[in-house]
T-cell receptor, first 114, second 111 residues
């Protein structure tokens, strides 16, 4: 595809359930990022993958959050035992390697935890 | 760690110029960016400036960089209602491999 895609676009879940959010980056982009954007808030960095290097997980808010990137392409963000404060828009971005870190963002997944 | 700060809101009248300001703390920043987020969408890169530049102009957009003060600004000339959006400032350093974003400035353009 031409851009970064994310699925689902909207997800409503009950408190305590697990959810999986998917990101398909632009083909050939070696770097992939997950961010969280709560209502009226800025971007909160969650995790960063670069090639085969160990991911930078420094932004994950708790051990309920994890992410994988299989085959250097598709990534899945998993939130276990969801809480109401997890409600937010989860944005994925990808970029080419290099100093000019222009990131291309997907449209996001809006997660609502009831 | 790195920090990027922006004012949260700006309101202007259609046809006026808008100036959105940003400060950052990392003196080793190499690229500085402005992203635009329209309602319900992801962020889209508007423009960027390399740290050895003072100014970059692209149609209605002018980016000014004061590296000494670590201050970046985005000027939008002849602001239109379609410019209403959230504007994010971001910086990256060579070794970090990722960008640090500000909290975004919500620009409201009134007719």
């Amino acid at each position: 595809g031409a851009g970064v895609s994310q699925s689902p676009s909207n997800k409503v879940t009950e408190k305590g359930k697990d959810v999986e959010l998917r990101c398909d980056p632009i083909s050939g982009h070696t770097a992939l990022y997950w961010y969280r954007q709560s209502l009226g808030q800025g971007l909160e960095f969650l995790i960063y993958f670069q090639g085969n290097s160990a991911p930078d997980k420094s932004g994950l808010p708790s051990d309920r959050f994890s992410a994988e990137r299989t085959g250097g392409s598709v990534s899945t963000l998993t939130i276990q035992r969801t809480q109401q404060e997890d409600s937010a828009v989860y944005l994925c971005a990808s970029s080419l390697a290099g100093a000019r870190n222009e990131q291309f963002f997907g449209p996001g997944t809006r997660l609502t935890v009831l | 760690g790195e920090d990027v700060e922006q004012s949260l809101f700006l309101s202007v009248r259609e046809g006026d110029s808008s100036v959105i300001n940003c400060t950052y703390t990392d003196s080793s920043s190499t690229y500085l960016y402005w992203y635009k987020q329209e309602p319900g969408a992801g962020l889209q890169l508007l423009t960027y400036i390399f740290s050895n530049m003072d100014m970059k102009q692209d149609q209605r957009l002018t980016v000014l960089l004061n590296k000494k003060d670590k201050h970046l600004s985005l000027r939008i000339a002849d602001t239109q209602t379609g410019d209403s959006a959230i504007y994010f400032c971001a910086e990256s350093t060579p070794n970090a491999g990722k960008s640090t974003f500000g909290d975004g400035t919500t620009l409201t353009v009134k007719p």
